[in-house]
């Protein structure tokens, strides 16, 4: 079984950071793509970054220039560096990632249990 674990969440004034980190355990033969996604009551889960596993990136519009998502493969982990917090950065961050198990696996999704991030004004 694979388990995701996120860490780093926490309340923030506007204009400040924060680190989240996602680490990946269990049985993983090969991790492709990794994300994080936020979720804001009364909307739906938003795709905020991702990383392939040759490090390429996307961000959405609105976290360009702020924030910064990375992934070290050998230590099978990821971060969110979030820098000039706002208060619509507030919300529930998951991590994701598409993982073969094993050898004999297909790819699938894995999402962690989210941490919370608030910033206030």
């Known amino acids: 079984q694979v388990q995701l674990v996120e860490s780093g969440g926490g309340l923030v004034q506007a204009g400040g950071s924060l680190r989240l980190s996602c680490s990946a355990s269990?049985?993983?033969?090969?991790?492709?793509?990794m994300a994080w996604y936020r979720q804001t009551p009364g909307k739906q889960r938003e795709l905020v970054a991702t990383?392939?596993?040759?490090?390429?990136?996307t961000y959405v519009d609105s976290v360009k220039g702020r924030f910064t998502i990375s992934r070290d493969n050998a230590k099978k982990t990821m971060s969110l560096q979030m820098n000039s917090l706002k208060p619509e950065d507030t919300g529930v961050y998951y991590c994701?990632?598409?993982?073969?198990?094993?050898?004999?696996?297909?790819?699938?999704?894995?999402w962690g249990q989210g941490t919370q991030v608030t910033v206030s004004s």
């Open positions: 269990g049985t993983i033969y090969s991790i492709n793509d």
């Open positions: 990383v392939t596993m040759a490090r390429d990136t």
């Open positions: 994701t990632a598409n993982v073969k198990p094993d050898s004999g696996y297909s790819y699938r999704d894995f």
